[in-house]
């Protein structure tokens, strides 16, 4: 008879609370997408290198390739399907369909999550701060240049808003 | 009465992509999101070494691991399916070894599957791989293809006569007699690395074959369904009804996911075998072992001029290196075979020889990838240019504007023999000079050397093969369709769908498709609802490669919906009692053609022709279906041109280049969107930056390769990449009522070019030049001698 390593977790995923058991080996990734059948999450490299599985884990950007399920014990995530329903991207998404900042769109759930924390942390980048937050993001249709576009005008159009209404 | 705008001119016009709001939502459907009912996943257990003997394979523990449905080897699938051999026939004595799923006596590459496993989940068929034991006697592999044309050398797989899989010289009378007689001859030795396309979803198929009647459902990250769904059938003896592919959302292709892995055969051989869907997802190092490498090509040149530096003639010798077979089913040739033919294309150039060598070796398949032999042979020539340029001490911009064919004289035949039938080398050339500020850079270049700081300008011209016609493929056996195929219909409520065979990968396929269908029936684009990447419900036809889904599919869409508009403007004239020319579509109505007033709605029209066919007049027809197919022909293909120019600054203690900046003006024939054809010059500029500067597939001498992770093979990153100009030149062809060309291909096809005339002009002081991609740091501190 087998040994049963599985560990039951409790996780807020998406802003609801999930109780499952997992095997120790299971990554985030896999938790999200095999279990929960959340596949904005997308598996590029399995080693952390292409930002394809970027997920926000208490609200910051995390690698759930690298990250185990059993780690995210009692924490928060939110994948892309969390972000977009909550509305916080909005604008970010508007200007990515606008300036076509994706093509086979397999990467923009991760550069979603990357512009998403650039732009909190730093609301007025400059182009080369944004291609510098972009450098764990992986496109390969691109070139890059439409995305840096994309979130530069998310940018200075915050920075519009916040101008007239504060 | 003023006239009012043209509300129904969708050609030409920025629209934004639709099936982009899927992806930004989360919502995309990638092979690798597929979950079906009983699937079962499939590892495979790889030769370690790159040739030798199977002597023993013992599956028995595997078998009894945890989750495992059973452990195959090639006594198991390889009688399920017909060998397939890359060869085609317009290649003349070209070889190749036949393949089969899984290795059976000889392992022929460090990566080739020996024993496939299936299992409850992808995790247990790894574990259980780790339980099989493969006993192989090593043998010395073939790495280099100089050493294995030697006479008497090991053939990189048992059954071969030699290790040259295809040779061909291509020449003109007088070309020996043009180099007796130049006035100055340049020359030079490259080496095109091994890179390969890193698609960001990794190629993942799911098989699914029903035994209760027979049919084989295979989803699939593919550009090319069709082509499959032929392969599927005819390789496991099904009727082709009996097998439908679907390609729904492709995380990228590049040209890497059209051609047939052992896998993928494995994948659906294994589901024939169990009766229920097999699902494969390759890992990234699975990919980098198995998926197909890109370019691998050693080349001699040497350009001749004449006393006024025009160039007379080239000589050109390509050895390129294919791995231990030509893939199937578009042979690993047709590369080699492009490169020697686009040679010098942009030039006046009379004379020309070039010599082609495929050769074998024990390394993975190469074979076509995004802008198929164009980085090479534009490389060669525009490095060649550089240096007649040096040679001679005239200005490398003044030098190619003199010697470019002249926009006036087309329709012109290259010394290769392609035929051209209207390119603007002189108009790009002249855009491209005023867009960068050429002199103003040049002078700025001047200034800063004098400082220390090493900048270079490299330009680089290029001509592009797009709307293949049956050239390619058809006349040498292929199976690969020219033609594309479209229904459109008008559905009862007025709404447009078009069927279509042309594939999408993010590029915008159904976007173009839409505008054009919607054109013609004057119904905007976001009611054109297009479906693509499914065997069972698109018209058959080639799909998306060699830079033929805007020209040949958008033409295909076109036909098919002034067929369309044709029939709704019978009923519509049945109806109204009018005449047929008196009647025109806009704005989803039927319109009287001389005063634009509405006559009636195509909602209407679809209401009558659905609900009321019976008050239609009697004998009219009241079909609102139209199937329409199309292939190419007038000039076998139809070229496109344009020039690259890149700025980059080197960093001569630490090798480093630094990409400026970049532009491109390019001439793809009539623009259908203006928007998407710009983001595919910017993609494909950036692949070809990436195998300039930085991609390149290692191999050790054991033929092992040593970089297969993300971490150590490096793709472009954002930070490194420039941003990047873009200006067009517009010459529609006249073969097509739409009058466009191909552009995915554009890019990738001069931007190396450029950036290595740029990185050798940063490097003139020091006399320092390279000729070997990927331009690592380390190549360059070794041309300058530092190290």
Known sequence: MEQDLTKEITVTVNGETVRQRVEPRLSLADWLRDRLGLTATHLGCEMGACGACLVMLNGRPAHACLTLAVQVDGEMVETLEGLRDRGVIADLQAAFHERNALQCGFCTSGMLATAHALLVDNPHPDRSEIRDALSGNYCRCTGYEAIVDAIASTAAARTIDQGTSG | ?787
């Not at chain 2, 009727?239 to 995380?251: C, F, H, K, L």
């Not at chain 2, 990738?748 to 070019?753: C, F, H, P, R």
């Open chain 2, 1 to 787: 009465m003023t006239m009012a705008p043209d509300t129904t001119a969708f050609i030409g016009q920025p629209h934004r992509r639709q099936n982009a709001l899927r992806h930004l939502a989360g919502r995309g459907r990638f092979t690798t999101d597929l979950v079906l009912p009983r699937m079962v996943h499939a590892a495979f257990v790889r030769s370690p070494v790159a040739r030798g003997q199977i002597l023993a394979v013992d599956v028995e523990q595997a078998s009894q691991a945890p989750g495992v449905i059973c452990v195959l080897t090639a006594a198991d699938l390889n009688p399920l399916c017909m060998p397939w051999v890359g060869t085609l026939d317009h290649f003349a004595r070209m070889a190749s070894p036949p393949q089969n799923i899984l290795a059976e006596t000889h392992v022929v590459w460090a990566g080739q599957p020996v024993v496939m496993v299936i299992a409850s989940s992808r995790a247990q068929a790894e574990d259980a791989c780790e339980l099989v034991v493969v006993e192989i006697e090593d043998q010395e592999p073939v790495v280099d293809g100089a050493a294995a044309l030697a006479l008497g050398a090991d053939t990189a797989s048992p059954g071969l006569a030699s290790n040259l899989c295809y040779e061909t010289v291509l020449e003109t009378a007088d070309v020996d007699a043009a180099f007796a007689k130049a006035a100055c001859v340049v020359d030079g030795e490259f080496s095109f690395g091994r890179h390969t396309a890193v698609t960001l979803e990794p190629r993942a198929v799911v098989a699914d074959f029903d035994p209760s009647t027979g049919q084989l459902t295979v989803h699939q990250g593919t550009q090319t369904p069709y082509q499959f769904q032929d392969v599927y059938a005819r390789h496991f003896g099904l009727n082709e009804g009996q097998v439908r592919v679907i390609a729904a959302d492709v995380g990228g292709s590049f040209g890497m996911k059209l051609h047939v892995y052992h896998e993928e055969m494995a994948t659906v051989a294994a589901s024939k075998l169990l009766g229920r869907p097999v699902r494969f997802v390759a890992d990234r190092l699975e990919s980098f072992l198995s998926d197909i490498h890109a370019r691998d090509h050693k080349v001699r040149a040497r350009m001749a001029v004449d006393a006024n530096g025009i160039i007379t003639a080239m000589e050109v010798d390509d050895l390129t290196q294919i791995g231990a077979f030509s893939a199937y089913p578009r042979t690993s040739a047709a590369e080699g075979n492009q490169v020697i033919r686009l040679m010098g294309g942009p030039y006046r150039m009379q004379d020309y020889r070039g010599r082609l060598s495929v050769v074998f070796q024990n390394k993975v398949q190469t074979s076509q990838y995004r802008a198929v032999g164009h980085p090479i042979a534009c490389a060669v020539t525009e490095v060649l240019v550089d240096g007649v340029a040096e040679a001679l001490g005239q200005d490398p911009l003044d030098l190619r504007v003199r010697n470019v064919v002249p926009d006036d004289a087309y329709p012109h035949t290259s010394a290769t023999g392609y035929q051209f039938e209207k390119l603007s080398h002189q108009a790009c050339l002249a855009r491209l000079r005023q867009m960068m500020g050429y002199e103003t850079l040049r002078a700025e270049q001047a200034l800063l050397r004098k400082t220390g700081i090493y900048r270079g300008i490299g330009i680089a011209p290029f001509i592009e093969i797009t709307n293949p016609g049956a050239a390619f493929y058809g006349v040498g056996g292929a199976r690969i369709s020219a033609q594309d195929g479209a229904i459109v219909k008008l559905t009862p409520s007025g709404d447009v769908q078009c069927m279509i065979s042309v594939t999408e990968q993010g590029q915008g396929t159904e976007t173009i498709i839409a505008q054009i269908v919607g054109e013609q029936l004057g119904v905007s684009p976001e009611r054109v609802k297009v479906i693509t990447g499914d065997t069972d419900t698109t018209p058959v036809g080639g799909a998306t490669w060699a830079c033929r889904g805007a020209g040949i599919g958008g033409e295909t869409a076109l036909r098919a919906g002034r067929k369309l508009r044709d029939q709704i403007l019978a009923i519509a004239a049945a109806v109204l009692q009018s005449e047929v020319v008196d009647l025109r579509l806009a704005d989803a109505s039927v319109i009287d053609a001389h005063t634009g007033a509405v006559r009636l709605s195509l909602a209407e029209i679809g209401r009558i022709a659905t609900y009321r066919p019976d008050t239609l007049p009697s004998g009219t027809d009241n079909s609102l279906t139209a199937a329409q197919h199309y292939a190419p022909s007038g000039f076998p293909f139809a070229f496109t041109n344009g020039v690259q120019a890149s700025h980059v600054e080197v960093d001569v203690e630490t090798g480093l280049v630094k990409l400026l900046k970049h532009w491109v003006v390019e001439d793809c024939g009539r623009i259908i969107n203006p928007l998407l054809v710009d983001e595919q010059i910017r993609g494909g500029v950036v692949q070809g930056l990436g195998a300039a500067l930085f991609e390149e597939c290692l191999y050790d001498e054991e033929g092992q390769l040593t970089n297969g992770s993300l971490a150590e093979y490096l793709v472009p990153m954002a930070c490194e990449m420039p941003d990047i100009v873009i200006g067009h030149v517009e010459t529609p062809t006249l073969d097509t009522i739409l009058g466009a060309k191909g552009v995915g291909e554009a890019g990738t096809a001069a931007a190396g070019a450029a950036a290595m005339n740029a990185v050798n002009d940063a490097l003139l002081p020091f006399k320092a030049r390279l000729m070997q991609t990927p331009m690592t740091p380390a190549r360059i501190l070794a041309a300058l001698g530092h190290v």
